[in-house]
């Protein structure tokens, strides 16, 4: 029965097989296809306005473009951009050039006018978008999402190839927040309402027309992503002509790599050793930039004393869970800032059931209150995270159940504020340490940010967005360190791994680079061949 | 899932009837008649196979009964210490993924799928039941609409109404029950029906009637009755397959849902490439479980079969 389900395949499979004749042997190259694992099946809303999916985050780096992307290192660099963007001296003028020349996939010109049409989409939450919140320093940016203004009057495009933004004050992290937007076709929206956005057939059903490497060309629901090569993209046709991404579980991902029918599959460190034993396989991986967690929804009224977040914290071997479930590829996390905004002096919450009964107590917290943490199943590690968390928990008094969920559900639920607590990672906190207030704001709260555990601290907020408006870098990550500070004690979250991602393909791949950024496995893939 | 069934060569059952007649004849011991019952209690106490199931399944029924005595270890406790630990002296059969005892969670996870087993067919027997006596004894479009509700059931295949039924309303162990009560049902309708139809006829029927008796009071005191040896082989076959479909959806993720063992479950936990290949211990117990429990319970209900209706004997 094991055997039947991982093997079980559909007939698109088939083509590749046939496809594996050696190519360069002057006769007409025949077409190269690329199975590659989906961790999730997609929301199915290829919208850069909807809130964010991984899964789906991984097709639109595929089909859209952006002006500027972030490499392996968590660093940005430029993309649609011809470089990174110039700043004025005062701080409030933002002015991308943007490569000349390049097209849609279905011939029409690219123009800035594309640029200022997709980010007036990001900064409307008519839309659907999840981002608005970004935009609060853009000239007429706060007056779009009030829903007084229809466009942004800080966005303009001088000329046919430059993009300017202008601020109302210096905000130092809006191009590493808004620079790897993806951009839409104007000439394919222009039509649509704004209000009809997060609905339109093109997001939901064919986003057929993009800047990105490949064209979106079908998903059959669950079964895969059938993607074809861009002959417009702008660094010209890429190598590989057809991806197909498959949405399975990690442990059938894993075992399809052994049979040749995945070509490349984000693994467990668990099946580490086994998948580095199979011929032909090749491993790879980079430090993730964010990190595996559980939202604790603060709606609840018996979830909001920290006291009770910090004994979950407690109760809870992290470490352990790192070096043994993880088999150490993984880093502890305590707070949601990294690099040179994460201060030395945060509290590290080691595994202490102890103290985490004693805080209970301290708050009198009702053991029989039944906590449900509700996540998409499917991938091993999570899994056990989960099923660790469940044990652990009981153990202190902290009456937790689990409760498997689909990705639709879970969108109910977030929409409805109905979930107790959810376990979900991802994020990039390490190219922009401002990235952390989409996800702990008062103001961001969802569906108007990422904050899904509805935390709010005023302090918290001030000390952002006073950073994030400091040009000067030491003082700036003063700032940030101090909100660290903060977010560390209160524990709006309950941080569980950052974990390191580790890819394996077929050795028939070459020229994959590892990126930590799970959602993002394919930001080279114009440097990809497949020699079978 | 009739072909789930292993047929059996059990001994001519009339021939053996024939003997013991011959036997109580030449002892001259017991002279009384014995009732029904109890002959068809000999008879199953004469097929070895189907005693040997029973006995299984009774050693798996106190193992389950009794685990928190004979499993050292919680089948939920977690030791992050302990992953994909081998089979030891401490763990009798290693550890899953999580650390947890795997031994422990086998018998737990007997308790969710006997429990589930023997719900799902007591609910699926009793709906039967009363369907198909209400079918056969009222007749007319009664009959008809019963029926062909219970043809329409039928022409779909069960574990794909199930998952749907899980998908929509959440998975639980009430819920599975449910499931697979209202997929399973028409088997003893029809063959409830089936006997009432013939006992409706019958004068003792007929007389109970015209003394004035309601047509419930018939179903309980004749009915019923009549039907029961047959109910009871339809409702341990069905035992057997409710174990399976418990095992199929807890494997899909659909059935008891995590932390809670079932066999179905563990098995779910053990699709890694990992573990198929170097890890019997988190795979074999729980299959090796499924499979024996399954085979049992088919036996008992073959050996049933055979006790309650000597003339169904090799047949299948």
């Not at chain 1, 009057?153 to 210096?170: C, N, V």
Request: net charge negative; proline share 6%; hydrophobic share 45%.
């Amino acid at each position: 029965m094991i055997l039947a389900v991982a093997a079980c395949s559909d007939p698109t499979q088939n083509d590749d097989t046939g496809n594996t004749s050696d190519e360069g042997t002057g006769g007409a190259a025949e077409d190269t296809t690329l199975n590659a694992y989906l961790y999730q099946p997609p929301a199915a809303n290829w919208s850069p306005m909807a809130p964010a999916s991984g899964p789906d985050g991984i097709v639109m780096n595929l089909i859209y473009d952006s002006l500027l992307g972030v490499d392996p290192n968590y660093e940005l660099y430029p993309r649609l951009a011809a470089d990174l963007p110039e700043i004025s001296d005062d701080g409030l003028t933002i002015t991308y050039k943007l490569k000349e020349g390049l097209t849609w996939s279905d011939g029409e010109p690219f123009t800035a006018e594309d640029v200022v049409f997709t980010y007036n989409l990001m900064a409307d939450p008519d839309t659907g978008s999840t981002a608005s919140g970004r935009f609060a320093d853009v000239v007429g940016g706060p007056e779009v999402a009030a829903g007084t203004a229809d466009t942004v009057t800080g966005f303009s495009a001088p000329d046919e190839h430059t993009f300017q933004i202008q601020l109302t004050k210096p905000n130092v992290g809006l191009v590493g927040l808004t620079g790897n937007i993806w951009i839409v076709p104007q000439h394919v929206l222009a039509d649509v309402p704004v209000d009809e956005m997060d609905t339109a057939e093109f997001f939901t059903q064919n986003p057929n027309v993009g800047m990105g490497p490949y064209i979106f060309q079908e998903y059959a629901t669950d079964q895969y992503i059938h993607l074809v090569k861009n002959p417009a993209f702008r660094e010209g046709e890429v190598d590989i002509d057809e991806i197909y991404l498959r949405p399975v579980t990690s442990d059938v991902a894993t075992a399809q790599l052994g049979t040749g029918e995945m070509d490349l599959v984000q693994i467990s460190a668990a099946d580490l050793e086994t998948v580095e034993g199979l011929d032909g396989i090749e491993v790879g991986s980079g430090p993730g930039a964010g990190y595996i967690r559980t939202s604790v929804n603060e709606k609840k009224p018996y979830l909001q004393d920290p006291r009770l977040r910090q004994a979950m914290l407690y109760a809870v071997d992290r470490q352990q869970l790192i070096d043994e479930a993880l088999g150490g590829h993984a880093q502890p996390v305590n707070a949601s800032f990294m690099n040179d905004a994460r201060p030395d002096d945060l509290e590290t919450y080691d595994y202490d059931p102890d103290k985490a009964r004693e805080l209970l107590a301290e708050m009198n917290w009702d053991p029989n209150q039944v906590v449900t943490l509700s996540w998409i199943a499917g991938q091993r590690d999570r899994d056990t995270a989960a099923t660790i968390l469940e044990s652990q928990l009981n153990a202190v008094g902290i009456k937790l159940q689990l409760n498997q969920v689909q990705p639709g559900q879970l969108t109910d639920m977030m929409n409805d504020q109905s979930y107790d607590m959810t376990l979900y990672g991802g994020g990039n906190y390490a190219t922009e340490p401002f990235a952390v207030f989409a996800i702990n704001a008062c103001s961001t709260h969802f569906p108007t940010g990422g904050n899904l555990s509805y935390w709010c601290n005023e302090e918290f907020d001030q000390l952002m967005l006073e950073a994030n408006a400091t040009v000067d870098e030491a003082g700036r990550y003063d700032l940030y360190q101090q909100a660290a500070r903060i977010e560390n004690a209160e524990v709006p979250m309950i941080y569980l791994y950052n974990p390191d991602t580790i890819w394996a393909h077929t050795d028939a791949l070459k020229g994959f680079v590892p990126n930590g950024d799970f959602t993002n496995p394919f930001w080279n893939v114009q440097e990809w061949t497949l020699e079978r | 899932m009739s072909d789930l069934r292993p047929s059996l060569d059990t001994p001519d059952v009339a021939a053996a009837e024939e003997v013991v007649a011959a036997e109580a004849t030449a002892t001259g011991v017991r002279t009384q008649r014995r009732s029904p019952a109890a002959m068809a209690v000999r008879r199953f106490k004469r097929n070895k196979v189907a005693v040997a199931g029973g006995v299984f399944l009774l050693i798996i029924l106190v193992l389950a009964l009794f685990a928190p005595l004979i499993a050292q270890q919680s089948p939920t406790a977690v030791d992050l210490g302990q992953i994909r630990r081998p089979p030891s002296g401490e763990h009798w059969l290693g550890t899953d993924a999580s650390g947890r005892d795997v031994f422990a969670r086998l018998l737990y996870a007997a308790r969710v799928s006997l429990l589930v087993g023997v719900f799902a067919a007591l609910v699926s027997v009793l709906l039967g039941t009363v369907i198909g006596a209400v079918a056969g004894l009222f007749g007319g479009w009664v009959d008809t609409l019963l029926m062909r509700t219970a043809d329409m059931v039928l022409s779909f295949p069960p574990i794909v109404v199930i998952i749907v039924l899980a998908g929509l309303l959440g998975p639980s162990i009430p819920i599975l029950i449910i499931a697979i009560a209202a997929t399973t049902w028409p088997t003893p309708a029809r063959l409830v029906r089936g006997v009432t139809l013939t006992v409706r006829e019958r004068e003792y029927l007929h007389a109970a009637r015209v003394a004035g008796a309601s047509r419930g009071w018939l179903l309980r005191k004749h009915i019923v009755p009549a039907a029961m040896g047959q109910i009871v082989v339809v409702g341990t076959l069905l035992v057997a397959q409710a174990i399976l479909a418990e095992a199929v959806l807890s494997f899909l993720g659909l059935g008891v849902q995590p932390p809670q063992a079932s066999w179905g479950n563990m098995l779910n936990d053990a699709q890694s490439l990992t573990v198929i290949q170097s890890m019997p211990w988190l795979w074999l117990p729980p299959g090796l479980a499924i499979a024996a429990t399954v085979l049992a319970v088919n036996f008992v209900g073959d050996g049933l079969r055979d006790a309650v209706d000597p003339r169904q004997s090799g047949r299948s």
